[in-house]
């Protein structure tokens, strides 16, 4: 079975600091591996996904992700936060065998970011 | 485009009544997937319907359940509500395409009193 784990509920950093939300995950087969973003009374919106290609993978709004398969992980980053990056993420992984819509969610990461 | 479109977007219920929500998918998209979304267990699996017919079931009970109309919408159903039940209720919908991205709705909020 899979599932994802998500290191620290709430992460804060100061607006120009580097973000960095870690996840964690466990697949019996190659995974799909997935960044959500949730902003209040919104749904979720894709930050960036991995399949197989690059193991450095860049998203929207300057986020990257790099897979690495030793280490279980597929780490968030942004060089410099912005107040807008405030928000809930989520990483989640897909075995592509039991459907690419079916999607296993970590608990989630709250992103503060000050002035 | 229009996106994915949740209705309704609130819906308040007491204990034992039932409740169906609707979920418009992004035109050309046969695949509806439905998520529940708590504070105690995140984001969870619902089910997932394509061609109106249900592919793929998260771990929930039976009173919960799901179909999908020949447009592709898709309706999911909740009997004798509990107030476990109150939640956030997400749709995404896609082409069932891994080159492709799940779109999600911005869900309906479901209070059971």
């Known amino acids: 079975a899979q599932s994802v784990t998500q290191l620290g509920s709430h992460v804060s950093v100061s607006e120009g600091a580097l973000v960095l939300l870690r996840c964690n995950y466990s697949s019996s087969v190659p995974p799909y591996l997935f960044w959500y973003v949730q902003y209040p009374n919104q749904g979720l919106q894709l930050l960036l996904k991995?399949?197989?290609?690059?193991?450095l993978v860049k998203g929207i709004n300057g986020f990257e992700a790099e897979f690495k398969k030793s280490e279980t992980s597929f780490h968030l980053t942004k060089p410099s936060a912005h107040m807008s990056d405030a928000a809930e993420y989520f990483c989640?992984?897909?075995?592509?065998?039991?459907?690419?819509?079916?999607?296993?969610f970590g608990k989630g990461t709250m992103l503060l970011v000050s002035p | 485009k229009a996106g994915v479109t949740q209705t309704p977007r609130y819906l308040i219920k007491t204990r034992g009544q039932q409740v169906t929500l609707s979920c418009s998918p992004i035109?050309?998209?046969?695949?509806v997937s439905w998520y529940q979304q708590t504070p105690g267990q995140g984001l969870q699996f619902l089910f997932e319907y394509f061609s109106e017919t249900q592919r793929n079931k998260g771990n929930f009970p039976g009173r919960f359940s799901g179909r999908q109309f020949s447009n592709s919408r898709s309706e999911m159903n909740v009997s004798t509500l509990e107030l476990g039940d109150s939640a956030l209720y997400l749709c995404a919908s896609s082409n069932r395409d891994p080159n492709e991205k799940l779109f999600f709705g911005s869900g309906t909020q479901l209070s059971v009193l």
């Open positions: 989640a992984v897909s075995e592509g065998n039991s459907g690419y819509s079916t999607l296993t």
């Open positions: 035109s050309g998209h046969r695949s």
């Open positions: 991995y399949t197989s290609a690059a193991t």
